[in-house]
């Protein structure tokens, strides 16, 4: 069974930076796309970046651009989200997800559990 | 960005009814979407993807329809393990963009 694991969560002021890292196993990491999407407290899904199997290549949501960046340690098998110039609208919980192919389109196939960052004075 | 528009947010159904919870693309995306099934506390799990395929597991209560700016997830009779946020989600283009919800509650 495919399995990713979310770490790094945790409360940061305005301003701050974190790093958020996924996990992966049980599944060719190099063969599929990853993702980082997010939940604010009682609200909807955001797509906030993504990384191509290769790791050549990426992309970001408006919202982030240019203060979150994503890479991939294939060997590893995970993926990590920094994140600086935090705001308070940043707070949610962070899912990592596995796309279904190479590129960005086929949807997510599996979920980690999620990582809550809240950010906060 | 391509907008996804949701309907209804919510709505209050028996067991044993058909629902249907409608998503229009505010552009041609194709058949680039997909449906996720959220309960609360837990990461969202998929249930159909090119709009119409099921995801390996998912019952075969649930069926995709639709193409071009027009899709509806269906679930033929509701079971009450089936209570639950609905999004959907185009990948046609970047930014990928979701649904706003649709929350599904038993009468």
């Known amino acids: 069974q495919v399995h990713l694991v979310e770490s790094g969560g945790d409360v940061v002021y305005p301003g701050g930076s974190l790093r958020l890292s996924c996990a992966a196993s049980r599944f060719t990491f190099s063969g599929h796309g990853v993702h980082w999407v997010r939940q604010a407290p009682g609200k909807g899904l955001e797509w906030v970046a993504f990384?191509?199997?290769?790791?050549?290549?990426?992309d970001y949501s408006d919202s982030v651009r240019g203060r979150f960046s994503i890479s991939r340690d294939t060997s590893a098998n995970t993926v990590t989200l920094h994140m600086n110039s935090l705001r308070a609208e940043d707070t949610a919980v962070y899912y990592c997800?596995?796309?279904?192919?190479?590129?960005?389109?086929?949807?997510?196939?599996?979920w980690g559990r999620g990582t809550l960052v809240t950010v906060s004075t | 960005d391509i907008q996804m528009t949701q309907s209804p947010s919510s709505l209050s159904a028996s067991v044993g009814d058909r629902v249907t919870i409608t998503c229009q693309a505010s552009q041609d995306i194709s058949n680039y979407l997909s449906w996720y099934q959220q309960k609360p506390g837990k990461a969202p799990e998929l249930l159909i993807y090119?709009?119409?395929t099921l995801e390996t597991g998912v019952p075969s209560r649930f069926s995709g329809s639709g193409s071009g700016t027009d899709f509806s997830l269906a679930i033929s009779s509701l079971q009450p393990e089936d209570i639950a946020t609905y999004f959907c989600q185009q990948y046609e283009n970047l930014p990928l963009t979701f649904g706003g919800g649709t929350k599904v509650e038993t009468k």
């Open positions: 997800a596995r796309g279904r192919g190479y590129s960005f389109r086929g949807g997510f196939d599996y």
């Open positions: 090119d709009a119409s």
């Open positions: 990384t191509r199997f290769d790791g050549k290549s990426g």
